[in-house]
């Protein structure tokens, strides 16, 4: 089955620039989606389709998917922004589609 | 607005059973596929199952394959997922999700509920 690897953990000063990657054979064939998860909530939509924004999510979040890597990133980062990101794709490369999700990754604003 | 409404959980002992129940409204629920994921403590997001607009088509993880069952009711705008021969291992918040940002490509969750834990212990 397809595997997504993103890091554990990525940390930021505010007001700077987070990256959050996500590792995938040829996943720059894909298309990407990301959800942003606060403790003790439910995942929330952030981008989809490697680059595009639901409504109601700010500018300061977009994405970019190529090769073998896509990125999330976040610029201006606010304490706000502090939560799980997980990348997200939908594979049919096996006998059944499969909705893949990579591991996870924790923002923490400094 | 999308609401879903997820309700069922508890505590089980192992090998047994629970029905899941999801309460969708703000969206036509019969047109849209819907997909059951489920976070383990601490862990991170693990898909389930899900289930075409129709009905007529159904999806599981290796996971989970022969042990549970997704289903819908689309007159009562309810997604379901019995579970049965349960084990320590699918003790998770379960949530049920909407799949598509229109419903000919159901790739991508654009909505969730809040999640209903389920315990699986002796």
């Known amino acids: 089955s397809y595997v997504l690897t993103q890091p554990p953990s990525v940390s930021v000063a505010p007001g700077k620039t987070a990256r959050i990657t996500c590792g995938g054979n040829?996943?720059?064939?894909?298309?990407v989606h990301w959800y942003q998860q606060k403790p003790g909530q439910a995942p929330v939509l952030v981008i989809y389709?490697?680059?595009d924004r639901p409504s109601g999510i700010p500018e300061r979040f977009s994405g970019s998917n190529s090769g073998n890597t896509a990125t999330l990133t976040i610029s201006r980062v606010e304490a706000g922004d502090e939560a799980d990101y997980y990348c997200q794709v939908w594979d049919s490369s096996s006998d059944h589609p499969d909705w893949v999700f990579g591991g996870g990754t924790k923002l923490t604003v400094l | 607005e999308v609401q879903l409404l997820e309700s069922g959980g508890g505590l089980v002992q192992p090998g047994g059973s629970l029905r899941l129940s999801c309460a969708a409204s703000?969206?036509?629920?019969?047109?849209?596929?819907m997909s059951w994921v489920r976070q383990a403590p601490g862990k991170g997001l693990e898909w389930v199952s899900a289930?075409?607009?129709?009905?007529?088509?159904?999806y599981y993880a290796d996971s989970v394959k022969g042990r549970f069952t997704i289903s819908r009711d689309n007159s009562k705008n309810t997604l379901y997922l019995q579970m049965n021969s349960l084990r320590a291992e699918d003790t998770a918040v379960y949530y049920c999700a909407k799949a598509g940002i229109v419903p000919a490509n159901p790739w991508v969750f654009t909505a969730w509920g809040q999640g209903t834990t389920v315990t699986v212990s002796s």
């Open positions: 289930i075409s607009g129709s009905g007529g088509s159904t």
């Open positions: 389709y490697d680059s």
């Open positions: 040829n996943i720059g064939s894909k298309s």
């Open positions: 703000g969206f036509t629920f019969s047109s849209y596929a």
